[in-house]
Nanobody, 127 residues
Framework: EVQLVESGGGLVQAGGSLRLSCAAS????????IGWFRQAPGKEREGVSC????????YYADSVKGRFTISSDNAKNTVYLQMNSLKPEDTAVYYC????????????????????WGQGTQVTVSS
């Protein structure tokens, strides 16, 4: 059974940093994509960042480019999201999601591409 567990959320002041972790278990796929999504109160869930195992490609939403960095540690089966220069508008529940196949670049923000989801971790950025 595939399980994804996020951690690292919390309360931080604007301009601060947090590092989210997504620990995967039961993951035996040769090719996969791990995405980070977020949902702010009253808003739809949106894609934030994605990493593809096939070539290590990384993708970022325009709103986080230059501030967030996604990385993976295959030895630990963990994907990280380093978030710097946080803004109040980054406040949301952050979810990691896994797809057991390569996801085409045009589809990385489509939630149905991801079969497995974590429970989410709250990030709150105060002004």
């Amino acid at each position: 059974e595939v399980q994804l567990v996020e951690s690292g959320g919390g309360l931080v002041q604007a301009g601060g940093s947090l590092r989210l972790s997504c620990a995967a278990s039961g993951f035996t796929f040769d090719d996969y994509a791990i995405g980070w999504f977020r949902q702010a109160p009253g808003k739809e869930r949106e894609g934030v960042s994605c990493i593809s195992s096939s070539d290590g490609s990384t993708y970022y939403a325009d709103s986080v480019k230059g501030r967030f960095t996604i990385s993976s540690d295959n030895a630990k089966n963990t994907v990280y999201l380093q978030m710097n220069s946080l803004k109040p508008e980054d406040t949301a529940v952050y979810y990691c999601a896994a797809s057991p196949r390569v996801v085409a670049a045009y589809a990385i923000w489509l939630e149905y591409e991801y079969d497995y989801w974590g429970q989410g971790t709250q990030v709150t950025v105060s002004s």
